[in-house]
C-alpha cells in the first residue's frame, strides 16, 4: 500500500511538471536576490550609525536612496558618502516619524520628487535613557510614539503601493529586547540599565510588525522587521 501511495505521488508531480513550465523555479543568484536597481528607498533616522549603515547597503545594492533625517545638514551628507553604482543620485530630506501631523505633507513632498516608495526602513528613534526608577510618565508615553510614526508612514507608503498597482516592502526596526527581557547584571558598572520604556516599544513594534503583514500581504506589501542585538558603534563610510 506503501509502494502504491509512492507511486501515485510520483505520477502526480509528473503530471504537474507536464502542465506548467515554469515549475521548478527559476534560482536566482544572490546578487539578483538582493537587486534594488530601479527602486526608491526612503529609510529614516539616517544620519545615525545605524541608519547609516543600512543607507549604505541600500545604496550598495543599486537602490536610489531617499536619505531621512531630523536635520537636513545630517541627511546632506549622508547622501554625498552614498555609493552610488547605478548613478540614479540620492536625495536627502527632512522627515520626523515623531511629528505626526506633518508626515502626509512631507511624505508628499518626498514622493513627487522620486514617484512610488518602493521600500520604507522605519529606523528613526527617540531615545529616553531613564529606566523603571525615574521615567516619568510622559517620557514613557513618549517613548511609546515611536511605533504610532511607523505605523503612519508604513500606512502611507501601504496606501501609494495599492494606489498605484505596486509592491512595496517595509522593513521595522526592532530590537532583541522586543523578544526577551534584560537582567540588570547585563549593565552593572557598564552602563544605565536598559530602559523599561524602549523593551515595552520594541515588544510593540514586533507586534505591529506582525498585524501589519497579516493584513496587507493581499496587497503585496511586505512587513518584515530587523531585530539587532547590541552593536558597536562604526562610521558606515
Not at 534560482?27 to 543607507?55: H, N, P, Q, R, S
Not at 536619505?67 to 554625498?80: G, I, K, Q, Y
Not at 508604513?154 to 509592491?167: I, P, Y
Not at 549593565?187 to 493584513?215: C, D, E, I
Amino acid at each position: 500500500r506503501k509502494g502504491q501511495q509512492t507511486k501515485r505521488i510520483h505520477h502526480d508531480c509528473m503530471r504537474f511538471y507536464a502542465f506548467d513550465s515554469s515549475f521548478p523555479p527559476q534560482k536566482k543568484t544572490v546578487e539578483k536576490l538582493f537587486d534594488l536597481k530601479g527602486k526608491t528607498c526612503l529609510i529614516t533616522g539616517a544620519g545615525g550609525y545605524l541608519g547609516g549603515a543600512m543607507a549604505r547597503a541600500l545604496a550598495e545594492a543599486g537602490g536610489r536612496v531617499v536619505v531621512t533625517s531630523r536635520e537636513l545638514d545630517r541627511a546632506e551628507e549622508m547622501a554625498r558618502r552614498l555609493p552610488d553604482p547605478n548613478e540614479v543620485n540620492h536625495l536627502r530630506a527632512v522627515l520626523d516619524h515623531m511629528a505626526f501631523d506633518e508626515l502626509p505633507k512631507r511624505f508628499q513632498a518626498i514622493s513627487e520628487q522620486t514617484g512610488c516608495i518602493n521600500v520604507l526602513v522605519n529606523n528613526g528613534h527617540e531615545h529616553c535613557p531613564n529606566d523603571w526608577t525615574d521615567i516619568s510618565g510622559e517620557q514613557f508615553t513618549r517613548m511609546l510614539a515611536n511605533a504610532t510614526g511607523y505605523f503612519l508612514l508604513s500606512r502611507l507608503v501601504h496606501e501609494q503601493a495599492v494606489d498605484s498597482g505596486q509592491k512595496a516592502s517595509i522593513i521595522m526596526l526592532c530590537s532583541l529586547y522586543g523578544n526577551v527581557s534584560s537582567y540588570p547584571d547585563a549593565y552593572k558598572g557598564l552602563a544605565p540599565a536598559s530602559s523599561v520604556a524602549y523593551h515595552t516599544l520594541k515588544g510593540g513594534v514586533l507586534q505591529l510588525t506582525r498585524h501589519l503583514a497579516a493584513y496587507w500581504a493581499q496587497d503585496a506589501v511586505r512587513v518584515n522587521r530587523v531585530s539587532p542585538a547590541r552593536t558597536r558603534w562604526f562610521s558606515p563610510t
